[in-house]
C-alpha cells in the first residue's frame, strides 16, 4: 500500500518540480497527448484480443433456478435462456451492478448462539454495492463536466449537469456535490482493503496503485477549485489550444504548478488504464460468464479449440475388426461371414 502511494506522490512531485521549472510544455502537451495515445491503442488491442479469444466452454454465471418444466417459475434475467434476457441482465449488470448487490459475506465466529462451537455466519454486503455505485456514477459526472474545457461555446447539457450537480449552492465558488461524495466513495474502497484483514491478504500494488492514483486526482482538482483557485478562464485557453494542436505556451506560463500536477496524473491514469484491472469496464462485454445465454442443454455449444476430426462410429469400428472381436468372444452386432471363413 505504502509502496503504490510513495509511486503517486513521486509522480506529482516531479510534476510540480518540472512545471515550475519551465518544463510546462511537457506535462501540459507531449504527456498528456502521449497518454491519450497510448490509452485508445492499448484499449483497441485489448477488445480486440478479447474478440479473437476462443469460449471453449458455455460457463454462464447463474443465479436462480434456469428454465426447466412449465410450472416451476424461471429467474429470466439472473439465468437467462434467451438473448433478450441475456441483454437485461447485461443492463442490470452494466447500470445497476446487480450481482454485487446480491453479493453476501461470510465470517466465521467463534461463539455461535445455539451451537456448540464455531459456526459460519452470513450478512449482506450492500455497503460496498452502495459506495462502488457512487463511485461510478460520481466519476461519469465529473468527467462530463470537464467537457466545458474543451467546448465553446459550452454544451447547454453541461451546463445544466453543473446546476443540478451544484443546486446546494454552497460557498463560493459553488460546491459540486460529485466531488465530495467521489472522494468519499474512494476512501471507502481503499478503507476497505486496509482494514479488512482478508482482502488485505490478497491485495497487490495493482490494486492499491489505482485508487491512490485516483484520490490524488480527486484531491487535486478538489484544491484546484476550493483552495488553489485557478484561474478556469486560462486553464481553458490552454486546453483547447491543445486540443487545436497549437499550444499556447503563454497561458501555460500563468497556469498554478498544481494544475499539471492533476493534469499528469489524469495522464498516468489513462496511459495504465489499458494494462490494468480498470478494463473491466470494457471487459464486461466480453466475458462468457455474462454475455451467454443459460441454454446449454438445448443448444449444443461448439468448442472453436478443437480441431476437425474423423470419427470413428462403432458401426465402421467393428466392420474393421469383427474376425478379430469373434475370435477373443466379443459379442458383436453381426456375426462373421461365413464365405468369408
Not at 466392420?319 to 453381426?334: I, N, Q, S
Amino acid at each position: 500500500m505504502f509502496i503504490s502511494l510513495l509511486l503517486v506522490l513521486l509522480i506529482g512531485a516531479i510534476a510540480w518540480a518540472g512545471s515550475t521549472a519551465g518544463f510546462s510544455s511537457l506535462f501540459g502537451v507531449a504527456l498528456p497527448c502521449a497518454a491519450v495515445a497510448v490509452f485508445i491503442g492499448g484499449m483497441i488491442w485489448r477488445m480486440v484480443y478479447w474478440a479473437r479469444s476462443p469460449v471453449p466452454f458455455c460457463i454462464p454465471t447463474t443465479g436462480g433456478q434456469e428454465q426447466s418444466l412449465d410450472f416451476i417459475r424461471q429467474e429470466k434475467f439472473d439465468c437467462p435462456s434467451t438473448q433478450g434476457g441475456v441483454i437485461v441482465r447485461m443492463f442490470l449488470e452494466i447500470c445497476l451492478f446487480r450481482s454485487l448487490f446480491r453479493n453476501t459475506s461470510a465470517d466465521v465466529r467463534a461463539d455461535m448462539p445455539g451451537n456448540n462451537g464455531p459456526g459460519t455466519i452470513y450478512y449482506s454486503s450492500k455497503w460496498l454495492w452502495c459506495f462502488a455505485l457512487l463511485f461510478h456514477y460520481c466519476f461519469l459526472l465529473v468527467f462530463l463536466r470537464h467537457f466545458r474545457f474543451f467546448m465553446e461555446p459550452v454544451p447547454c447539457w453541461v451546463t445544466w449537469l453543473e446546476t443540478v450537480d451544484g443546486i446546494m449552492q454552497v460557498g463560493t465558488p459553488r460546491f459540486f456535490m460529485t466531488g465530495g461524495i467521489l472522494l468519499a466513495a474512494l476512501l471507502f474502497l481503499l478503507g476497505r482493503r486496509v482494514f479488512n484483514q482478508r482482502l488485505r491478504c490478497i491485495s497487490l500494488l495493482n490494486d492499491y496503485f489505482p485508487l491512490w492514483l485516483l484520490i490524488g486526482i480527486v484531491c487535486t482538482g478538489i484544491c484546484l477549485r476550493y483552495f488553489d483557485k485557478t484561474e478556469i478562464a486560462l486553464v481553458k485557453v490552454f486546453i483547447m489550444s491543445v486540443t487545436q494542436f497549437s499550444p499556447d505556451s503563454d497561458a501555460a506560463k500563468n497556469i498554478a504548478p498544481l494544475f499539471f500536477v492533476h493534469l499528469t496524473l489524469v495522464s498516468t491514469l489513462l496511459a495504465y488504464f489499458p494494462f490494468s484491472k480498470l478494463t473491466h469496464m470494457l471487459g464486461v462485454f466480453f466475458s462468457p460468464t455474462r454475455n451467454l445465454a443459460n441454454n446449454s442443454r438445448r443448444v449444443r455449444h461448439i468448442n472453436p479449440w478443437n480441431p476437425p476430426k474423423q470419427f470413428f462410429t462403432y458401426a465402421e469400428y467393428e466392420d474393421t475388426y469383427r474376425d478379430a472381436m469373434a475370435e477373443a468372444g466379443l459379442p458383436l452386432e453381426k456375426a462373421p461371414d461365413k464365405a468369408a471363413e
